[in-house]
C-alpha cells in the first residue's frame, strides 16, 4: 500500500492521535495527584509536596519511581491471571473513554484537515457509558481473584455502588441528548453554539446536578470514595493489592476523574465553544483551551468536595441513589422530552 492511501493516512493519523492521548492523559494523571495535594494542602492550612523538585514538581516522577520498585507480590492463593489483569482492565477502561471525547473543531495541520478527537461515532454517548461500566469488572475481578474475603466484601459493596450510579448517570446523560437529537459527542457539541445545555433552566441544569454526583460516586470520589475506607475493609478490593498493580488502579481511579470532568464539560458547557455572547469578545482563545479549562474547572469541584464533605454512610449512599437520584433524574427526562416536543411542535 502506497504511503499517500487515504487508509494508510486515516490509520497512521488514528494511530498518531491514541499516542498523544496516551502520553497526555499518563502525564496528566500524574499532576493532578500533585496539584491535588496541593490544593488539598491549601484546603487545611497546611503544605503540600514541595520538597521534590522545584515546588515539588518531580513529586510525581518519585511516587512513580517508588511504586515501580516496590515488592511485587501476590497472595499464594490467588487466581494469576484475574490477580493480574483485574487492575489492567480497570485502568484501560478509564484510559479507552478519552478515545471518544472531542477537544475541538477539525484543525489544519500540514496541510491537512485533523479533527482533534479518534473517532467521531453516531453512537458515542452510548459507547462510552458501555466502555465506563467495563471498570466494574476491575473492581469486583479484583475482589475475588485475591482470595481474602475483605476484597471480596469490598468488591461487591463497589459494585454495588457503581451499577446503582450509573442508572443516574445515564438519565443525566440523557438530557443533552434529547435536546441535541444525537448521541455524537461531536453534534452535542455543535448544538450548543449559541446557548450551552447547563443554562437550559430547570432540566438542563438538574442534569448537570445529577450527572456530576452521579459521576463523583462512579469514579469512587469523596464523599462517596466507599471502596477504600480503610476503617471498615482496610483497602476495599485493593487489600492485596501493591507496587504497580496497586497504581494501575489509582492510574484508573485518576483517569476516570478527568474524563468524567471533560465529559461534563462536552454535554453541559458547551465543550470547545466559549461563553454564550462572549464569543467575539473572546475570540483570541483558541477553542482547544475553553475545553481544557472546563475540564480542569470540574476536577478542581471533584478536589474541592473531597477537602470538604465527611464520608457518606453505605446504607445512606444507597438510599440516595435509588430513592432521590433515580427518581428526580426519571422526571428530568420526562420535562426534557416534553421541552423538545413543545418546541418541535
Not at 91 to 111: C, D, H, K, Q, R
Not at 217 to 238: S, V
Not at 262 to 272: I, M, Q, T
Request: aromatic share 12%.
Amino acid at each position: 500500500m502506497s504511503p499517500q492511501s487515504p487508509l494508510l493516512a486515516v490509520v497512521v493519523e488514528a494511530a498518531v492521535k491514541s499516542a498523544v492521548i496516551l502520553f497526555v492523559m499518563l502525564t496528566a494523571t500524574a499532576y493532578l495527584t500533585y496539584g491535588e495535594r496541593r490544593l488539598l494542602g491549601r484546603f487545611q492550612l497546611r503544605y503540600g509536596p514541595n520538597r521534590v523538585g522545584p515546588l515539588g514538581l518531580l513529586q510525581p516522577l518519585a511516587d512513580g519511581i517508588k511504586l515501580i520498585f516496590k515488592e511485587d507480590f501476590r497472595p499464594r492463593r490467588a487466581d494469576p491471571v484475574v490477580y493480574w489483569f483485574a487492575p489492567a482492565i480497570a485502568m484501560a477502561a478509564s484510559l479507552a473513554m478519552y478515545a471518544l471525547v472531542p477537544l475541538g473543531p477539525a484543525v489544519t495541520l500540514f496541510g491537512r484537515q485533523v479533527t482533534l478527537y479518534v473517532a467521531d461515532v453516531n453512537v458515542a454517548l452510548l459507547l462510552l457509558l458501555g466502555i465506563s461500566s467495563l471498570g466494574v469488572y476491575g473492581v469486583i475481578l479484583g475482589g475475588w481473584s485475591a482470595d481474602n474475603k475483605y476484597s471480596l466484601l469490598g468488591s461487591l459493596r463497589s459494585s454495588a455502588q457503581l451499577i446503582s450510579y450509573e442508572l443516574a448517570l445515564g438519565l443525566g446523560a440523557l438530557v443533552p441528548v434529547l435536546l441535541a437529537g444525537s448521541l455524537s459527542l461531536v453534534r452535542i457539541v455543535q448544538a450548543q453554539r449559541d446557548l450551552w445545555f447547563a443554562l437550559h433552566v430547570p432540566h438542563g441544569t438538574l442534569a448537570l446536578a445529577l450527572f456530576f454526583v452521579a459521576a463523583v460516586a462512579e469514579t469512587n470520589r469523596a464523599p462517596f470514595d466507599l471502596p477504600e475506607a480503610e476503617q471498615e475493609l482496610i483497602a476495599g478490593y485493593q487489600t492485596e493489592y501493591g507496587g504497580f498493580k496497586f497504581a494501575m488502579f489509582f492510574i484508573g481511579e485518576y483517569l476516570a476523574v478527568i474524563t468524567m470532568s471533560a465529559l461534563a464539560a462536552v454535554l453541559f458547557l458547551g465543550g470547545w465553544h466559549a461563553p454564550p455572547g462572549l464569543g467575539a469578545l473572546l475570540g483570541v482563545v483558541p477553542p482547544v483551551a475553553w475545553m481544557v479549562l472546563k475540564t480542569l474547572l470540574g476536577v478542581f469541584v471533584f478536589i474541592w468536595l473531597r477537602a470538604t464533605l465527611p464520608r457518606v454512610r453505605h446504607d445512606r449512599l444507597m438510599a440516595f441513589g435509588w430513592k432521590v437520584l433515580l427518581p428526580v433524574g426519571l422526571v428530568n427526562v420526562v420535562v426534557a422530552v416534553g421541552v423538545v416536543l413543545w418546541g418541535a411542535g
